[in-house]
């Protein structure tokens, strides 16, 4: 099979569960190809491949609009198309963020046969501890080995996503309008800012300018966190949300936390997702 993996990205985790999961199909003998959603990027000739597998990081429990834009944009047809979400959180509310997406493939006339969630460090709110991360990047490649014997068998299942699910994410829609306002008040700390314009290449969604060497940001932001994630000077000041910003990438490697070590936030839930995934693993070895 020929497989298209179609996937927006702010700070790199659903580029990195995607490129895991393509080389995984690639290891059973199909091809794969990656595609990255970003403003001004031509559209792939999505009628070449056989599957369609559209990737995106959950935000406020919806799926990103220049996620929502691509799929609008895309030409009808009858393939099997498959969502993979990266989230912060082991929440189900985030199944809620595959509502929209499903809605306009199956509209125009996709097959849309399953939804891969994968817990993946936080790029806004608070930094997650680095035992935290190898957790997560280890039940992450668990699910990943499972998902892609789906994907191999063009198996797969949907997620049901209840009333209360669906009127949360609604509300939190409110993201979609609010993120460009925002977005445009970003501005940089000049004492720090370099002027090295790596914010500006990033954006995937061409909001940010070079002035006079200094990053100018529009009114297409969709919150993504890219620029204030990424810039080696920590120098992007997010305006309202300045509070929640991380910055510097996530090293991925190392020792993975005990659950006495799970962070206090959503303990929990996150203990839940480790167990769940470990269980299934050791039950697939079984098999
Ligand atoms: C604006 C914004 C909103 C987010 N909302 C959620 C959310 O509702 N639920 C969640 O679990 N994670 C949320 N996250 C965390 C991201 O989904 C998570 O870190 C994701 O893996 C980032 O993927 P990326 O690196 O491919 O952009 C949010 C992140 C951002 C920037
Ligand atoms: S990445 Fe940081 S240092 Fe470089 S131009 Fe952007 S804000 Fe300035
Ligand atoms: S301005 Fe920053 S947060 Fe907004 S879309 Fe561009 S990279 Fe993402």
């Given amino acids: 099979m020929k497989v298209l993996f179609a996937v927006f990205s702010g700070t790199g985790n ?3 569960v995607a490129q895991t999961f393509a080389e995984g199909l690639t290891s059973l003998g199909h091809l794969t190809e990656l595609y990255m959603i970003k403003k001004g990027a031509p559209m792939p000739e999505v009628g070449q491949y056989d599957v369609l597998i559209v990737g995106y990081p959950v935000h406020a429990f919806n799926a990103p609009t220049a996620l929502i834009s691509f799929v609008k944009e895309l030409p009808a047809g009858e393939k099997p198309v498959y969502l993979l979400r990266t989230s912060g ?8 963020s595959g509502i929209t997406p499903r809605r306009i493939l199956t509209k125009k006339g996709y097959s849309v ?5 994968y817990v993946m460090p ?4 608070f930094r997650h501890s680095d035992g ?5 990047w280890r039940a992450a490649c668990l699910r990943i080995e499972r998902d892609i014997r789906t994907v191999d068998t063009l198996q797969g299942e949907l997620r049901k996503v209840g009333p209360l699910r669906r009127s949360a994410a609604f509300v939190l ?3 979609h309008p609010a993120m460009p306002l925002i977005g445009k008040t970003f501005h940089v700390a000049k004492d720090k800012c370099i002027g090295c314009g790596a914010c500006a290449k990033l954006c995937p969604c061409g909001n940010i300018r070079m002035v006079d060497g200094r990053p100018k940001f529009g009114i297409h932001c969709v919150g993504c966190m890219g620029c204030s994630f990424s810039c080696p000077q920590d120098a992007v000041r997010i305006s309202l949300l300045n509070l929640w910003r991380v910055n510097g990438k996530y090293a991925f490697t190392g020792e993975p936390s005990t659950d006495e070590e799970t962070c206090r ?7 839940r ?3 769940e995934t470990e269980d299934m693993a050791l039950r697939t070895e079984d098999l």
């Fill in 89 to 96: 959180e082991p929440s189900k509310l985030n199944d809620a």
């Fill in 14 to 16: 659903t580029r990195r």
């Fill in 173 to 175: 829609r409110i993201e």
């Fill in 273 to 275: 997702y480790f167990h």
């Fill in 113 to 117: 046969k399953g939804e891969f969630t």
């Fill in 132 to 136: 935290m991360v190898s957790r997560m």
């Fill in 122 to 125: 936080y790029n806004i709110i």
């Fill in 265 to 271: 936030y959503l303990h929990g839930m996150y203990n």
